[in-house]
């Protein structure tokens, strides 16, 4: 059970439209449309922002959106605002009730 | 609303067991709909799910980490636990519990939805 790959650092300007790419198997990403997103800034615990590969939790932002294609899913943050720079991990369901994470991407607003 | 906190030494031994609870107010660990994991993340690193464990008992853990840990729950007092053998310095992280959302009526979820603040641990003699 390998970690998904995520790009190490993205970066974007207020206001744009960025994309963060998770990279699994056919055993975990691609097998299954349970793909979660969490946002951690620093010092402070992770925090669920989309599950199920597109579905969003109460409260969270209609600027985060996710996708998945294969075996490779996709977090979408428009409109990019300051409060947005963080770091992002993806996670997937890998069958017999076992999750795996991805390595995390740092989002850097310019 | 539901809160996790997690509990235990900050200082192990090399080569002895870490062990940490989580204590769950707001909402009861045997619930049907839900899981209760362990993840940890070393200092600048990603995050590792270590395990999730039911209310039944049953228990699932990451491939790398089997041979080493052991999660149980009490519902009587409403928490979970981690034991961690064998401790060495790459065991020395944050390590969080977190709500595993593991179903509802429509199907699978597995997501972590609550998390704990975290507890860093110490590994030194």
């Known amino acids: 059970q390998s970690a998904l790959t995520q790009p190490a650092s993205v970066s974007g300007s207020p206001g744009q439209l960025i994309t963060i790419s998770c990279t699994g198997t056919s055993s975990d990403v691609g097998n299954y449309k349970l793909v979660s997103w969490y946002q951690q800034h620093p010092g402070k615990a992770p925090k669920l922002i989309i599950s199920?590969?597109?579905k969003r939790p109460s409260g969270i932002s209609t600027r985060f959106s996710g996708s998945k294609s294969g075996n490779r899913a996709s977090l979408t943050i428009s409109g990019l605002q300051a409060e947005d720079e963080a770091d992002y991990y993806c996670c997937s369901y890998a069958g017999s009730n076992t999750v795996v994470f991805g390595g995390g991407t740092k989002v850097t607003v310019l | 609303q539901v809160q996790l906190q997690e509990s235990g030494p900050g200082l192990v031994k090399p080569s002895e067991t870490l062990s940490l609870t989580c204590s769950v107010s707001?909402?009861?660990?045997?619930?049907?709909?839900?899981?209760w994991g362990w993840i940890r993340q070393a200092p600048g690193k990603g995050l590792q799910w270590i395990g999730s464990?039911?209310?039944?008992?049953?228990?699932y853990y990451t491939p790398s980490l089997k041979s080493r840990v052991t999660l149980s729950i009490d519902t009587s007092k409403n928490q979970f636990s981690l034991k961690l053998r064998s401790v060495t310095a790459a065991d020395a992280t944050v390590y969080y519990c977190a709500r595993h959302f593991y179903h509802d009526r429509s199907g699978p979820i597995h997501a972590f939805d609550i998390w704990g603040q975290g507890t860093m641990v110490t590994v030194s003699s």
């Open positions: 464990v039911y209310y039944t008992g049953s228990s």
């Open positions: 199920e590969v597109n």
């Open positions: 707001g909402g009861s660990v045997s619930s049907s709909f839900h899981y």
